[in-house]
């Protein structure tokens, strides 16, 4: 073991992950099996997709866009495609990508309207970064930045001929969290920084708090759109899944995670993982608002705290005053 893994292992945001990380997963798990045993309705089933023309808009990077985008050409010939790059802890970017995307739809004569946004992004970093907007770079990535690339793009989920979705991936670690701190300072990450020389940054606690603030936007934008338009909004929690996530963290620590969670049969391989993504993304419209677990179009309830209306309220008065300075900050005075 080198010294930053050692170092890792001697700090509290490491055993707040190993502990509290755990036992919030196998209560997500409680959560499902007594659920399954108080109803035998059975799993959500998804339809499936029909033929005819489609529209897709991808948002990874280059290379994985690119490949991507030739095989859904080569499985549907006729598939409209274009990939577009995104960095959600830009605002600049995300506006950019705003406008290409409108141009892109009116070059093609589609539909100015979106069907489905599905916000995958998130990060766990191991040092507190800042931004080029001056936000902590994993409140950003994580909330932040899918806070505003959803109100740029409402406009066009509202305006759909056919019902519109969000859907919002969060995590059981937003479990965690037993007070938050929704403040506009806290928001932009000065809460959670080092505070002093010396002192680590709380990537656990920081992490927690970017899955409940987009579980809570999630369960507010529902609020806000399930009577007055077609808009739905999901929230989707995969469980663990292995991929890239904790590519930060010493390898050794990353791999031995795994390598339990594997061995307790927790592990997803992406492919399962996906699951509860697609559980949302084609539930009917009745179930927005909920919150899918794990995948088999199970749903389970969230922590007590991510219900509390008048925080969540609260939370999109301050992200939406984040959003507004940022754009006053690139002379976007017409926007938003």
Not at 167 to 192: Q, Y
Request: one cysteine or more; hydrophobic letters at 40%; glycine letters at 6%.
């Amino acid at each position: 073991m080198d010294s930053e893994a050692l170092r890792m292992v001697c700090s509290p945001q490491f055993w707040r992950m190993a502990v509290l990380w755990s036992i919030s997963l196998l209560h997500s798990y409680l959560l499902v099996f007594l659920r399954s045993r108080a109803a035998s309705t059975p799993g959500l089933r998804r339809p499936r997709p029909g033929a005819g023309r489609r529209q897709w808009r991808w948002r990874r990077r280059a290379t994985t866009s690119c490949s991507t985008v030739q095989e859904i050409q080569r499985q549907q010939p006729d598939a409209r495609l274009e990939a577009f790059q995104l960095d959600l802890a830009s605002y600049k970017s995300i506006k950019k990508f705003g406008s290409s995307l409108k141009q892109w739809i009116q070059e093609t004569n589609s539909e100015p309207a979106i069907q489905l946004l599905i916000n995958n992004a998130g990060i766990l970093a191991k040092s507190h970064r800042v931004t080029r907007d001056g936000l902590d770079e994993m409140i950003q990535t994580n909330y932040i930045g899918p806070f505003i690339l959803t109100s740029i793009l409402l406009p066009l989920l509202k305006n759909s001929s056919l019902p519109s979705r969000v859907v919002n991936l969060t995590s059981f670690t937003h479990r965690c969290v037993s007070g938050i701190d929704v403040s506009e300072d806290a928001l932009r990450g000065m809460k959670f920084g080092p505070c002093s020389v010396g002192e680590s940054y709380s990537l656990a606690s920081t992490y927690e708090y970017t899955k409940l603030c987009i579980l809570m936007f999630s369960y507010e934008l529902h609020r806000q759109l399930h009577i007055s338009s077609a808009v739905s909004v999901i929230a989707a929690d995969p469980g663990v899944v292995e991929t890239k996530i904790m590519r930060e963290l010493p390898k050794c620590l990353s791999w031995f995670a795994f390598f339990v969670l594997r061995f307790l049969n927790l592990l997803q391989e992406p492919g399962t993982g996906v699951g509860s993504v697609l559980d949302a993304a084609l539930a009917p419209p009745e179930e927005s608002g909920k919150y899918f677990f794990g995948g088999k179009g199970r749903t389970i309830r969230s922590s007590r705290l991510s219900y509390h209306t008048e925080v969540a309220k609260k939370l999109w008065a301050e992200s939406w005053a984040v959003f507004k300075d940022l754009q006053l900050r690139e002379g976007d005075f017409g926007n938003g």
